[in-house]
C-alpha cells in the first residue's frame, strides 16, 4: 500500500491570519508560564513567515 502526502497551500490571506493567530496563543502561553509551548508555537511562526518572505 502507498501512502501519499498531500497538504493544503495556504493563500496568503490565510498564511497571515495563522501567523497573527499563532503569535497570540504564543504571546498567551508565555503569560501562563509554558515556555515550551510558546517555543513549539512560534518554531511554526517562524515556518509561516519564511515561507511569507519566499513568496514576496
Do not use: C, F, P
Not at 502507498?2 to 497571515?16: G, N, P, W
Request: charge should be neutral.
Amino acid at each position: 500500500m502507498s501512502h501519499a502526502t498531500s497538504y493544503r497551500v495556504m493563500s496568503d490571506t490565510d498564511l497571515r491570519k495563522a501567523i497573527g493567530t499563532l503569535q497570540s496563543r504564543a504571546d498567551d502561553a508565555r503569560r501562563r508560564g509554558a515556555e515550551a509551548d510558546a517555543e513549539r508555537i512560534e518554531q511554526t511562526v517562524n515556518e509561516y513567515r519564511d515561507e511569507m518572505s519566499r513568496r514576496l
